[in-house]
């Protein structure tokens, strides 16, 4: 595992239940998944709804790529541990000037799980 979080971005985790954005893609990685998202996208009338936003990393091998990447799994585990399961993939797309929003929440609240050894990626 290459440590990839200094020990106060760890604290700052345990501490308030989250880290400010940071990059674990490169501009090439993020265009070329993007790309993958819009072709999903366009091959269901534009618009993933209902199941289609859930659990892709099923369906698609990109995907499923992208959640088994190091640069990610090295940093969740260096917060909850080496005992890794995703749980789902969910897409929250908004589109630029939409009134659509997701306000400040937790999510492991909805989740149902007895367990604080989780993140959202």
């Given at each position: ?6 020990d ?10 989250f880290?400010?954005?940071f ?99």
């Amino acid at each position: 595992m290459v440590k990839l979080l200094s020990d106060p971005q760890v604290s700052q985790f345990h501490k308030n239940g989250f880290l400010p954005a940071f990059p674990v893609l490169s501009v090439d990685q993020a265009i070329q998944l993007r790309a993958n998202l819009e072709s999903f996208e366009a091959e269901n009338d534009g618009v993933l709804k209902g199941s289609l936003r859930f659990k892709n990393h099923l369906l698609f091998k990109w995907l499923s790529d992208l959640i088994r990447s190091p640069t990610i799994l090295d940093t969740v585990e260096e917060i909850i541990g080496p005992d890794i399961m995703v749980w789902s993939t969910d897409w929250w797309i908004k589109e630029a000037n939409s009134p659509q929003f997701v306000s400040w929440h937790q999510d492991s609240q909805y989740w149902g799980l007895d367990t604080d050894k989780l993140v959202t990626v």
